[in-house]
């Protein structure tokens, strides 16, 4: 079965430090991934995605994540880490085919991440 | 672009009476919209997929006759939460994706649902 895990439950960084979110996953073919951040009370904000091509994607916010096939992960990084970025992340992988070229995602248990002043 | 919005944003109802919540897609046409249900500090779990014009697909588990999902148009999607009970308390959010671009979902704000 397609699956992502998030090992974390919480992340604690202060601010101005770099920060790192983990996803690893599990899928069978080529897999197809997803972040999204999700602020208290609101919908699902997507960062970014891994398709194909170049290993380090860049998002939306100056985050970016890393496809590493052979360790099966794919981590949400940001270099300088804003009070504003505290907020659950969850990464997702796209399942099976629901037809007229749709896919439905299935996501990690979330990280909450908490950046410290 | 890709808006999402979802009405009402919180609804309080009496146990044994239903709830309409919609989705729209905004700025786009969205063959499919996804109908998921988070609980508190929880993944989001999904309930069904929604294809416009035809009956929506339910994952294992979730009871058709009890949240009906209507794909009246490329836009919009309504979840009606029937004969409610203090356990479908929740936050139910939607999600639709664009039908020229298969790979994101955009998520609408969700609605909070408080069943008495």
């Known amino acids: 079965a397609q699956s992502v895990a998030q090992p974390e439950d919480q992340v604690n960084v202060a601010e101005g430090n770099p920060l790192t979110v983990k996803c690893t996953y599990s899928v069978s073919g080529n897999p197809y991934l997803f972040w999204y951040v999700q602020y208290p009370n609101r919908g699902l904000q997507f960062l970014l995605k891994y398709i194909t091509g170049d290993n380090l994607v860049k998002g939306s916010y100056g985050f970016e994540a890393e496809f590493n096939k052979s360790q099966t992960s794919f981590h949400l990084k940001k270099p300088s880490a804003l009070v504003s970025d505290s907020a659950l992340y969850f990464c997702?992988?796209?399942?099976?085919?629901?037809?007229?070229?749709?896919?439905?995602?299935?996501f990690g248990k979330g990280t909450k991440l908490s950046v410290i002043p | 672009g890709a808006v999402v919005s979802q009405h009402p944003s919180r609804v309080i109802c009496k146990s044994g009476t239903s709830v309409k919540i919609e989705c729209r897609s905004l700025d786009f046409q969205a063959t499919t919209m996804f109908w998921y249900r988070q609980f508190p500090k929880k993944s989001l779990m999904l309930m069904a997929t929604s294809n416009e014009g035809s009956k929506a697909t339910y994952e294992q588990g979730v009871e058709k006759d009890k949240f009906l999902i209507n794909h009246a148009s490329l836009t919009l999607s309504t979840l009606t939460v029937t004969s409610a009970h203090p356990e479908d308390s929740s936050f139910y959010i939607c999600?639709?994706?664009?039908?020229?671009?298969?790979?994101?979902?955009?998520f609408g704000p969700g609605t909070r649902l408080t069943v008495t």
């Open positions: 997702a992988v796209r399942v099976s085919y629901s037809g007229a070229g749709s896919y439905q995602l299935t």
């Open positions: 999600s639709a994706q664009r039908s020229s671009r298969a790979y994101e979902q955009y």
